[in-house]
């Protein structure tokens, strides 16, 4: 089965700044998508970024782009000018492009604080 | 357009007992897909279906169990509860599968 490790429980950043989230995964598969969705206190979880693993190009979403380095399966994500609302549970997800069905497998989470 | 709605939001039952979570995908989507979130364990896949159909099933025991009806709500039943089955439960629905997945506010159950 896939694994996805994001290796920092906890990050904080000051308010204008940039931060970046780590994430690395582990397949045997060429094909898939890598996301990175965000847990606010309310608990609603939330779309941020999607990156096709075909696509050689960088996703990038207003603030929010990612680094996606296949060869190294390590995809993180960097949220520039950090503002009060990006304060959060981040979860880095995978999803195979290939199977039947629609499987994610999320890491466990990073939760980030934003210092005013 | 509407998204992912789950009820209720918050439960408390009692060990043995047996409880039903409804989710109700966004307008369009045909899969939903349902997961367990724990402090210890994360976000665990439970299962997903497809059109009435259950195309993916994760680890857990027999005593989960899931069905889609015909206009794509969802519902996931947990009998015989157990301590260890007090968390958030979140429902997630996409238009098609393979698919990006939007999810739900959660239901909240504790077990008492």
């Known amino acids: 089965a896939q694994t996805v490790t994001q290796s920092q429980p906890e990050m904080s950043v000051q308010e204008a700044e940039t931060v970046t989230l780590s994430c690395t995964y582990d397949?045997?598969?060429?094909?898939?998508?890598l996301f990175w969705y965000k847990q606010p206190p309310s608990r609603q979880m939330i779309l941020v970024i999607r990156?096709?693993?075909?696509?050689?190009q960088n996703a990038t979403e207003n603030r929010f782009s990612v680094n996606f380095q296949k060869a190294a399966k390590s995809f993180s994500l960097k949220i520039s000018d950090s503002q009060l609302g990006d304060a959060a549970m981040y979860f880095c997800?995978?999803?195979?492009?290939?199977?039947?069905?629609?499987?994610?497998?999320f890491g466990t989470g990073t939760s980030l604080t934003v210092i005013p | 357009k509407a998204g992912v709605t789950q009820t209720p939001r918050y439960l408390i039952k009692t060990r043995g007992q047996q409880v039903t979570l409804s989710c109700s995908p966004i307008?369009?989507?045909?899969?939903v897909s349902w997961y367990q979130q724990t402090p210890g364990q994360g976000l665990q896949f439970l299962f997903e279906?497809?059109?009435?159909?259950?195309?993916n099933k994760g680890n857990f025991p027999g005593r989960f169990s899931g069905r889609q009806f015909s206009n794509s709500r969802s519902e996931m039943n947990v009998s015989t509860l157990e301590l260890g089955d007090s968390a958030l439960y979140l429902c997630?629905?996409?238009?098609?599968?393979?698919?990006?997945?939007?999810f739900g506010p959660g239901t909240r159950l504790t077990v008492l």
């Open positions: 997630a629905s996409s238009r098609l599968a393979p698919d990006t997945q939007y």
């Open positions: 397949t045997s598969e060429s094909d898939y998508y």
């Open positions: 990156q096709e693993a075909y696509k050689q």
């Open positions: 997800a995978y999803r195979s492009a290939g199977r039947t069905g629609n499987q994610f497998y």
């Open positions: 307008s369009g989507h045909r899969s």
């Open positions: 279906y497809f059109s009435e159909t259950q195309r």
